[in-house]
């Protein structure tokens, strides 16, 4: 049994009052570690080490907080195999895809962000022969770092970098589902040398340390990520306290496919975009509407390619499709299966949880599941299922198409597949979301802006957005 401890002013410290949370590895049901229950108390005393660290921490140059930086990302590098196998045993998805995708970016992460305040120019506006205004771009101060369970240590740096690089410190919270690789970066931090108290990383639930660390009033800014539901209440919370809040929340996500698509290439990455991470990506296409002249051969393909994902025991490198984060996750994502089959919905695969044999014969597998024949207002294609389960459904033209994708609440990403340039740069223009892949999927270059519209968040990441959210804007106005 594995104990995950805090970390606090550069120490790995228990939980105050003792109280831990029992974490179990998707692909056995079995408990196999336990995170602490952190509390305000534990909240008080990250506080206070990040307050103390902060001033020296900003006060270093761009290039020796740079450097710090980098060896941390090198240091994630050389444990990339550890945390790749840690990765795939808390999660549950195949270790192949932790070790390419999750820790690869991880450390990638920490380098962009590393390099990129370097390189963080500020702005100047003469006024003719009057004055001069020029902007500097201060640190806010300690800031608070939420990430998800989905892509743990990848969302993760993808946070604390951009605001560690700004020079803030940062009091972190992983989640409470998939805790390990915060907890064994927390022993990079470390082993890299980070000064104590930059970086804190406290475990535990929303209720007990969560919503604690948004309501802080020390902590100036929140980066979240996470549920549409939990973004509002972080909105509603700290609406009178007038924080800075970036909010990437849920998506529900349109794939574009038109009859001049490269077929072959589309099917294969649709089925990508559909079941990587068992669907488990924000950014995932589970809404796939198709141009009626090739609906059924598409569909034939796109199914048959689909059966041929390898679902087995994470660990294994042969593993293309592993389990689901958790039981009540499970429940959830076979709950909506029933309903699209109650709306009306028909599977043309999948559709069941798996049972394998030995080491993973109780653990949370669900076949990756395609269902066609629904109705675009009804609840499987209106509400996030965040899982293994997409829809299909037939367009006529490039107006109904752009409707149909439009047709939810959510904004955050979107793939159109053709080979018409006009077509792309047309429908790109109207689609509401914050992301638009032409050709492509999750293909992703770091200095961009990411992030969605309407119920799918607020604000953005990347580049210099994150530097610009982390950072407080302030105008010197120099008469000649």
Known sequence: MQIIRNYVGGELVEPIQGKYIDNVEPATGQVYSQLPESTEEDLERAVEAAEKAQPEWAALSLEERAAILTKLANTIDYHSNQLAKAEAVDNGKPFTLAKNVDIYRSAANIRFFAQAITQFSSESHAMSNEAINYTLRDPIGVVGCISPWNLPLYLFTWKIAPALAAGNTVIAKPSEITPMTAYLFSKICIEAGLPAGVLNILHGTGPSIGNPLTTHPKIKAISFTGGTATGAHISKVTAAMFKKLSLELGGKNPTLVFADCDFEDTVDNVVRSAFSNQGQICLCGSRIYIERPIYQKFKEAFVKRVKTLKLGDPLKDTTQ?????????????LSYIELAQEEGGRILTGGKQTKLQGRCQNGFFVEPTVIEGLDNNCRTNQEEIFGPVCTIMPFDNDQ?????????QYGLASSVWTSDLKRAHRVAK?????????????????????????????????GLEALRFFTEPKNVCIKY
Do not use: Y
């Not at 109904?400 to 939810?408: D, F, I, K, P, R």
């Not at 770091?446 to 604000?459: D, I, M």
């Open 321 to 333: 499709f592993g389990a689901l984060v958790s039981k009540p996750h499970m429940d959830k994502v």
């Open 400 to 408: 109904e198409a752009v409707s149909l994708a439009n047709g939810t």
């Open 430 to 462: 109207q689609i509401e979301a914050g992301i638009v892949w032409i050709n492509c999927w999750l293909l992703r270059d770091l200095r961009t802006p990411f992030g969605g519209v309407k119920s799918s968040g607020v604000g953005r990441e990347g």
